[in-house]
């Protein structure tokens, strides 16, 4: 059992296990309510987006996990309980590109028996890069699948090719939004991420493609994450910036906030059906907001996306250990958890002291 293991038995000890549905609700340090779950299923990606899986770094010499090193979906479905147990309503399937990982439509049907502690069906969404999505859309739908969320940096094929580093045309992604939109698995986000001077000129062609949709096109800031070549502060477009770019053609009115934990600032188009939110991560955090936890393909449990280590979560795993002791473990990391990394790295911007230090890879998290 690793150093981080242990601490976390030894805060289990102390944990008093839950009894009903409100004291089951975990919370943090912070007060802050153990809502959501990220779940990565895969390291590897089929693309190499130049913002999160440079082909220099993620190259034939790169290891990736073996399958034997990955999470079987047993172990899923382990992890999932104890954290719905805990209070977590959404489970979103991340990657790398999670529609590589093979039976995952087998494992969504399992995730989708299950109920929230309020007896609610679980919200059971996808970020997919949208490659693999067109012929899989119904099967996923079939499953059980809520929701997805396509990541789509252009509509420009030469833009969308340098920053994917994939030799794919839109036309491909596109497919796969349509097809998810038209077997309901709706309403389908569509995230951009934006960086200056590199595909910042693309802002006004998608909301333009997206606004006579139901979709909702989402921008996001450029973050520092591990894996992020180049990033610099003079690299990121900001929301205020980016809603700047969208206002000199599109009027937005602002739309209603019906979650308080949802990373988006939502707008609606004066004229439209679509809606344009941006994720403004870097200039404005809200890690005050932040309900979500993480768990790598080799069972390590982030409680933030910029943190250097995770919590093992392998020794709770095996077959003949409790679910209830996994579900210990969770909430003790969850009660200690302090992160706020956004907030604290713009203070440290705005005070002059610079940059940050080397976080977890997003492909091995998921966003
Ligand atoms: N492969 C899937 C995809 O691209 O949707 C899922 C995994 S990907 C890591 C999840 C999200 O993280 C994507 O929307 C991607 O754009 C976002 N992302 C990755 N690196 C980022 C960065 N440096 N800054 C902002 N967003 C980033
Ligand atoms: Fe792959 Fe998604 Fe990362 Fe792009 S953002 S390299 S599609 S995991
Ligand atoms: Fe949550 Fe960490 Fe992001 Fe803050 S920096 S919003 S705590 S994941």
């Known amino acids: 059992m690793n150093a981080v293991a242990e601490a976390i038995t030894a805060q289990s000890a ?28 895969i390291d590897q990606c089929n693309f190499r987006c130049t913002y999160c899986m440079p082909r220099e770094v993620f190259d034939e010499h790169y290891r990736f996990l073996r399958a034997s090193e990955r999470l079987s979906f047993d172990q899923m479905m382990k992890i999932a309980q104890a954290f719905v147990a805990l209070g977590v309503e959404k489970i979103r399937i991340t990657g790398g590109e999670p529609l590589l990982r093979r039976g995952l439509e087998t494992f969504i049907e399992r995730l989708a028996r299950l109920t929230t502690l309020n007896g609610k069906p679980l919200d059971i969404a996808l970020t997919t890069n949208g490659s693999l999505l067109a012929a899989r859309a119904r099967g996923l739908r079939d499953a059980g699948l809520s929701r997805v969320t396509v990541s789509l940096d252009a509509l420009d094929d030469t833009v969308f090719r340098r920053m994917s580093d994939v030799d794919l045309p839109v036309a491909r992604i596109l497919d796969g939004i349509e097809q998810a939109q038209a077997v309901g698995l709706a309403p389908v986000k569509v995230n951009t991420v934006i960086e200056r001077g590199v595909n910042d000129n693309q802002i006004l062609p998608l909301v333009q493609h997206f606004k006579s949709s139901d979709i909702a096109l989402r921008f996001i800031e450029f973050m520092d994450v591990g894996g992020a070549a180049g990033w610099s502060n003079s690299t990121v477009l900001k929301a205020h910036e980016m809603r700047a770019i969208v206002e000199t053609v599109f009027p937005l009115v602002a739309a209603d906030r019906v979650d308080a934990s949802a990373t988006s600032v939502d707008y609606r188009h004066v004229d439209g059906q679509g809606t344009v939110g941006f994720i403004a991560s870097v200039s404005e955090p809200f890690c005050g907001q932040c309900s979500r936890a993480r768990v790598s393909a080799d069972g390590q449990l982030y409680t933030c996306l910029f943190a250097t280590q995770g919590a093992d979560l392998k020794p709770w795993l095996g077959e003949a250990v409790p679910g209830e002791h996994l579900q210990d473990a969770i909430h003790a990391r969850w009660n200690a958890r302090d992160d706020r990394y956004s907030e604290l790295n713009a203070d440290r911007r705005r005070a002059g002291t610079g940059k940050s230090w080397p976080t977890v890879r997003m492909s091995l998290v998921g966003g």
């Open 14 to 41: 102390v944990t008093a296990r839950p009894v009903d549905a409100s004291a089951a609700a975990a919370r943090d340090s912070h007060d802050r309510p153990l809502r959501d779950l990220r779940l990565s299923v």
